[in-house]
T-cell receptor, first 113, second 112 residues
Framework: GENVEQHPSTLSVQEGDSAVIKCTYS??????FPWYKQELGKRPQLIID?????GEKKDQRIAVTLNKTAKHFSLHITETQPEDSAVYFC????????????FGTGTRLKVLA | SAVISQKPSRDICQRGTSLTIQCQVD?????MFWYRQQPGQSLTLIAT?????????ESGFVIDKFPISRPNLTFSTLTVSNMSPEDSSIYLC?????????FGQGTRLTVV
């Protein structure tokens, strides 16, 4: 079955610096890769996603890149702010609607003011 | 976006008892998913619930321990049966709509 590995498990950056979180997946049939942010005590919320027909996607300070050949994708956060502090999860899925998501192990990001 | 109401939000239960968690969605969805999130850990899929058929369980999860009901396209329940302290966790339901997964607020279960 699908396995998603995520690194690092914890990441501390200074405010204004960039943060990069990396994930690898094993199922070559996976074609949808969302990223979720979970603040303490709250539910996960989608922040950005990418499909396998796209190599990069950007939304303001957040970007995601995908390398299908190597089966890895990364989350990039630029100009980090204290409110970016949270746990981030990557996930992989074979598609939408009826396919399950397999989540990575999570990265606890701490942005130091 | 889908709005999911999950209850209870938290509970403290005695070992050996069972707890049923309810998940209500404000729109009809084909699949509903139940996850477990142990403290400081990732989300692990327990099972996928499809209306009108038995739930599909992931490796390591069995129906006798986590029976699921899916009586219609907007509602599902997960029961945690014969609980032990190891079942202490957050349980979340999830649905997918327009390619985005939405989560309930979670049920924080403590078994004593």
């Amino acid at each position: 079955g699908e396995n998603v590995e995520q690194h690092p498990s914890t990441l501390s950056v200074q405010e204004g610096d960039s943060a990069v979180i990396k994930c690898t997946y094993s199922d070559s049939a996976s074609n949808y890769f969302p990223w979720y942010k979970q603040e303490l005590g709250k539910r996960p919320q989608l922040i950005i996603d990418i499909r396998s027909n796209v190599g990069e996607k950007k939304d303001q300070r957040i970007a995601v890149t995908l390398n299908k050949t190597a089966k890895h994708f990364s989350l990039h956060i630029t100009e980090t702010q204290p409110e970016d502090s949270a746990v981030y999860f990557c996930a992989a899925s074979r598609g939408s609607g009826t396919y399950k998501y397999i989540f990575g192990t999570g990265t606890r990001l701490k942005v130091l003011a | 976006s889908a709005v999911i109401s999950q209850k209870p939000s938290r509970d403290i239960c005695q070992r050996g008892t069972s707890l049923t968690i309810q998940c209500q969605v404000d729109s009809q969805v084909t699949m509903m998913f139940w996850y477990r999130q142990q403290p400081g850990q990732s989300l692990t899929l327990i099972a996928t619930a499809n209306q009108g058929s038995e739930a599909t369980y992931e490796s390591g999860f069995v129906i006798d321990k986590f029976p699921i009901s899916r009586p219609n396209l907007t509602f599902s329940t997960l029961t945690v049966s014969n609980m032990s302290p190891e079942d202490s966790s957050i349980y979340l339901c999830s649905v997918e709509q327009y390619t985005e997964a939405f989560f309930g607020q979670g049920t924080r279960l403590t078994v004593v």
